[in-house]
């Protein structure tokens, strides 16, 4: 696994501040990529907290919270001595990450059965196409990979987006990093799981990378991170890609016109950017991500009217995109109005009729207008948006013969359903990216905490619901996780849970000279039962997802060792609401004394007795059945066999040498 874990990053990239652009003519479009920054990263072991800002417009920023261990190498690193080379697949969409932060993070504690749980939650959806994230060390390792749509339904596998595994650190690769990996060596997906795994062996390698591209919107992103071997640490790049949106207004008798107003609307219909034309009618919309839904808005001015629609749609999926419009000067007479609802706030794409026949929709600031409205008696009608009902509607108006004039404030006030809402907390802190459900009149609907724990549910009918709260990785629901509300003419905004933090029982075993006692057995008791533990050979054992509450923990002294005086077995540990690493105090054993095997003396011929010695039996030397001595028969029966077998040879070389001799003499 890469060890060339460099410093924190000194300075950060600043985030990528979304503005209202001046008019700006329109430039030579061209497709940028950027690599993401951290802004912020802070915490201790068991506890960090950051933001990470996704390159690109309109700003996309999300609010992180990781249970990672801390030391070896945590937190930003700077990504001068570790990045990802123009010649990986990724690099060659996304350009080189040389010198652009990334953040490494380790497992809940250094165990097998201890993975941490790091989770993104974006301030705003992720746009479906345009960036990409890459998991890096990947070896000795696994992640679990799962994310939450802006609708509280999990991504399926493919909507992940995984594009593939490859090796940072592969000889022949141009402009890589100075670490030595295998082209061979990457990680394999298994959709079924949503895992990334690393090589078959658990080997501690370097440069091993998988890289996604997600093609559905994101609310919360969570990888869970899970030792195999060793003391693994994994790294994390985000990415994007952003293009241009430009275009002409031109009047349909005068030519190009500066000074018109064009708005950039984005899918969620939030105004993103807004610029006048300037240069002959031109403007540009410079660096927005990647992706389709974008809707550009003219905004005619005074006196003027598009000829043709005032919106066009601005895909940026996989080129620049063009909206050119065309205006005209209003023939009178004109009808004009707005649509808001009680607080104000303009009521965006409602269809608005006159007399049945013909529409138009509101625009941004919810107005519209018809040109060339006939002379007679009219009546101006809206179609709400689904949760609004009309709450005042203008009378009926009259357009008299041989009149110019304009007729304006035909206006609507609509009143916006009920909202229902609360907040998900745990130890008093906003808990983002959990999945909430409402049951009610109109089915289930779906939706996850923003990144200070906060949901709302809009425009909901007035009726009886069922709000379920679904406790995220890490978590378990502290009280009910189902309530009952009713639902009338007021919002409900205090419809809250509490969450728990997961805990993780943690402890070593070792000798009273602190070497590791491998293999022995360590049983924490559970609500479900006891659970039986194997110490690795550092002699560390753990059980992660432990709900708050107290639990036993008893060692079985293995063979070979014993308990020293004042020593124990058993030992109770708590664990919190606030899911901090609860550590069992060590396990000490004492390594039992092997008696040494004295060795057996001897006696000789010379000196038949044998010396005393009270490790040795009193009979030693004789002969079980008859108690006689024995060394004098082995002595004999010994000389025996050595004449017996000299005389053998000797006879085999008499034998040979007279052979010889008579071959030499001819015989």
């Not at 104000?344 to 519209?368: C, E, F, K």
């Not at 849970?497 to 009273?512: P, Q, Y």
């Amino acid at each position: 696994m890469t060890r060339r874990i460099g410093a924190a990053v000194l300075a950060l990239l600043g985030a990528s501040a979304l503005a209202l652009t001046a008019a700006v003519p329109a430039a030579s479009a061209a497709t940028t990529s950027s690599w993401a920054a951290w802004p912020t990263f802070s915490g201790a072991s068991g506890s960090y907290q950051g933001t990470m800002t996704l390159a690109g417009q309109p700003a996309l920023t999300a609010a992180l919270t990781s249970d990672s261990v801390g030391g070896g190498g945590v937190g930003v690193i700077s990504g001068a001595s570790t990045w990802l080379a123009a010649s990986t697949p990724v690099g060659a969409k996304y350009g080189s990450s040389r010198d652009q932060p990334y953040l490494n993070l380790r497992p809940k504690a250094n165990n097998a059965a201890s993975p941490s749980t790091t989770t993104y939650s974006f301030a705003t959806p992720t746009p479906p196409s345009g960036w990409t994230f890459v998991l890096g060390d990947i070896d000795a390792d696994r992640v679990t990979v799962t994310a939450i749509g802006p609708d509280g339904s999990a991504l399926t596998p493919d909507e992940l987006g995984f594009n593939g595994g490859f090796n940072y650190c592969a000889p022949g690769l141009a402009g890589k990093p100075s670490c030595t990996g295998s082209a061979t060596d990457v990680p394999t997906w298994d959709p079924a799981t949503q895992v990334l795994r690393g090589n078959d062996a658990a080997a501690d390698t370097a440069g091993a990378a998988g890289w996604f591209e997600p093609s559905a919107p994101i609310s919360s992103l969570t990888f869970t991170f899970q030792q195999r071997l060793g003391a693994p640490v994994y790294q994390t790049w985000f990415a994007s890609i952003a293009r241009d949106v430009t275009g002409t207004v031109t009047d349909q008798t005068t030519g190009p016109l500066d000074g018109v107003g064009v708005r950039l609307i984005d899918r969620d219909s939030r105004v993103v950017a807004s610029t006048t034309t300037a240069g002959g009618g031109a403007y540009t919309f410079a660096g927005y991500f990647a992706t389709d839904g974008y809707t550009v808005q003219l905004v005619p001015p005074t006196g003027k009217i598009a000829d043709g629609p005032a919106r066009a749609a601005a895909d940026l999926t996989d080129a620049d995109a063009v909206a050119d419009f065309t205006v005209r000067d209003i023939v009178p007479v004109a009808v004009s109005g707005t649509a808001l609802d009680t607080d104000g706030v303009p009521i965006v794409g409602a269809t608005v009729t006159i007399d049945g026949a013909g529409s138009v929709t509101t625009d941004t600031d919810g107005n519209y207008l018809f040109d060339t409205v006939p002379v007679g008696d009219h009546t101006v009608v809206i179609t709400p948006p689904t949760g609004y009902a009309v709450q005042t509607a203008p009378a009926s108006f009259t357009v008299p013969v041989g009149s110019e004039t304009p007729i304006t404030q035909q206006d609507f006030v609509l009143v916006a359903n009920p909202s229902l809402g609360g907040v998900i907390t745990s130890g008093g802190v906003g808990v983002a990216g959990v999945t909430v459900s409402v049951d009610g009149p109109n089915g289930v609907e779906s939706a996850v905490t923003a990144a200070d724990g906060s949901y709302r549910f809009p425009l909901l009918p007035a009726g009886s619901y069922e709000v379920s709260v679904v406790a995220p990785e890490g978590y378990v629901v502290s009280g009910a996780a189902t309530r009952a509300e009713e639902l009338a003419g007021a919002d409900l905004d205090a419809v809250d849970f509490e969450l728990a933090r997961l805990g993780t029982v943690i402890g070593d075993v070792r000798t009273d000279t602190d070497a590791p006692v491998p293999a022995a057995t360590v049983t924490v008791t559970t609500p479900g039962g006891p659970v039986a533990l194997t110490t690795t050979a550092e002699g560390s054992y753990g059980l992660a997802d432990l709900a708050p509450g107290s639990y036993e923990v008893t060692l079985t002294v293995p063979a070979g060792y014993s308990v020293p005086a004042g020593g124990a077995t058993t030992a109770t540990v708590v664990v919190g609401t606030d899911g901090a690493v609860q550590t069992v105090p060590t396990f000490v054993l004492v390594a039992d004394e092997v008696a040494p095997v004295p060795p057996v003396p001897t006696a000789t011929p010379s000196d038949p007795a044998v010396p005393s010695n009270p490790a040795v039996p009193s009979n030693a030397g004789r002969l079980p059945s008859t108690g006689a001595d024995a060394m004098p028969w082995i002595v004999a029966a010994g000389a025996l066999f050595v004449l017996g077998a000299a005389g053998v040879v000797t006879a085999a070389v008499l034998r040979r040498r007279r052979a010889n001799r008579d071959e030499l003499s001819g015989e």
